[in-house]
């Protein structure tokens, strides 16, 4: 019998390591593609925050509202300033481009439910105070002409009242009847919130003393800008995170910031779970199919 020649085994090399760009960077690498879906994330809201820059003119272009001195129900509602909504700030260059509530009236022009423009201003122009956003009433101009304050007079040009007697009657109307030229020391904005009410229910404008908003007139160059256009809601999410919401949010708020929330969690996650992968079936059901063959259902 003939001798049985053996072959000799092959010795098997190990594969080698794979470097850090094909482990990391390479196109189907999962490092690669969470980066990709970071960077263009990051794109996508650099972006949206330069087009509202260009378009504000002032940073930050948004503000998220923190009270409900604006709100015009208990519940939130489109179209009005609630707790918890985004609204962008359109700064301004002089003071014609804010419309107040009694030029609004007059030319039937509203913003957020109510005649006149909403305004954002610093309370005594002090940068450490936080903004206040309420709506602009009338303009008050007052005559500091005079050496003796006593003598200081102030007037609404765009009410056109002359006589004494009616222009007090419409100061009363914000609660401003007793203050005098001297107290207001400027001219500038009269300004309220849509909520805000003194006990009686007369509506309150933040320059009578009670309120202890902003004890003068707002003058143009403490507006950081008007307020134009909301994204409801969202802003509630920052106010708990941050600890800054004043009093209790909407109801109708928080619900519906939850279930937008909820959404956005649960549709991606139902989407990778139902969705056909490369093979056609869905991993649902590759995991189902994979139960039934463990049961002896299903042949492999």
Not at 14 to 32: G, N
Not at 74 to 96: N, P
Not at 228 to 235: C, D, H, N, Q
Not at 252 to 277: C, E, G, K, M
Request: negative net charge; hydrophobic residues 40%.
């Amino acid at each position: 019998m003939g001798k049985v020649k053996r072959s000799k085994r092959r010795h098997e090399e190990p594969e080698p390591e794979p470097t850090f760009r094909k482990k990391y960077l390479a196109r189907d690498s999962e490092t690669f593609k969470a980066l990709r879906d970071l960077t263009v994330a990051a794109v996508v809201m650099l972006v949206v925050l330069s087009a509202l820059w260009w378009y504000a003119g002032t940073w930050p272009p948004v503000v998220v509202i923190e009270s409900g001195s604006m709100m015009h129900d208990d519940d939130s509602s489109l179209h009005v300033i609630d707790t918890g909504d985004i609204v962008v700030v359109k700064s301004i260059g002089s003071r014609g481009d804010v419309t107040t509530y009694v030029e609004g009236e007059g030319k039937d022009y509203e913003t957020y439910s109510d005649y006149g423009d909403v305004i954002v201003y610093r309370p005594l122009g002090k940068r450490s105070i936080t903004p206040v956003i309420h709506r602009a009433i009338f303009w008050l101009e007052v005559d500091a002409s005079s050496d003796d304050p006593a003598e200081w007079t102030m007037d609404v040009p765009s009410l056109d009242l002359y006589d004494y007697t009616e222009f007090r009657n419409e100061l009363a109307m914000y609660g401003l009847r007793s203050v005098k030229a001297s107290d207001m020391k400027h001219s500038g904005f009269i300004t309220r919130g849509d909520n805000n009410f003194d006990r009686s229910g007369t509506p309150i404008a933040d320059q009578h003393p009670d309120a202890r908003i902003c004890p003068e007139p707002v003058k143009v160059e403490w507006i950081d800008g008007v307020a134009r256009g909301e994204l409801p809601w969202f802003g509630l999410i920052k106010l708990w995170a941050t600890g800054t919401l004043k009093g209790d949010a909407p109801r109708t708020s928080v619900v519906a910031v939850s279930v937008i929330v909820l959404l956005l969690v649960i549709v991606p996650i139902l989407w990778d779970v139902f969705a056909p992968r490369g093979d056609g079936e869905s991993y649902i059901m590759v995991k189902l199919h994979a139960l039934q063959r463990s049961l002896g259902m299903k042949r492999k």
